[in-house]
């Protein structure tokens, strides 16, 4: 049998979504230690302003903005290798 053809796609989903979230954690939580604020260096995107859709009874409002860092890329790598042991 071809190695990793049993494994969860939904475990990796749910790994990258863990290692994601603990790494912008940390690197949010070391940005005050000089060492480690390399960790917080990252770039921002998304909208700027939050497209507004109004049909008169009902109001939607779209936006997205995502910030990519250091330490979210870090928690990726780690979310990959530990996907790739289990």
Same mark, same amino acid.
């Given at each position: 049998m071809a190695?990793? /053809?049993g494994k969860n796609k939904w475990a990796l989903f749910l790994l990258l979504l863990a290692g994601i979230v603990i790494g912008s954690?940390? /690197? +949010? #939580?070391? #940005?005050?230690v000089s060492a480690l604020s390399w960790l917080n260096y990252? +770039? =921002?995107?998304? %909208?700027? +302003?939050?497209f507004? $859709?109004? $049909?008169?009874? $009902?109001?939607?409002?779209?936006? $997205?903005?995502? =910030?990519?860092? %250091?330490?979210s890329i870090v928690g990726i790598v780690i979310a990959i290798i530990i996907y790739h042991f289990i």
């Open positions: 190695r990793g /053809a954690f940390i /690197a +949010q #939580a070391t #940005a005050g990252g +770039q =921002k995107f998304g %909208l700027t +302003q939050p507004k $859709l109004d $049909l008169g009874i $009902l109001v939607l409002t779209f936006g $997205l903005s995502v =910030k990519i860092t %250091l330490g």
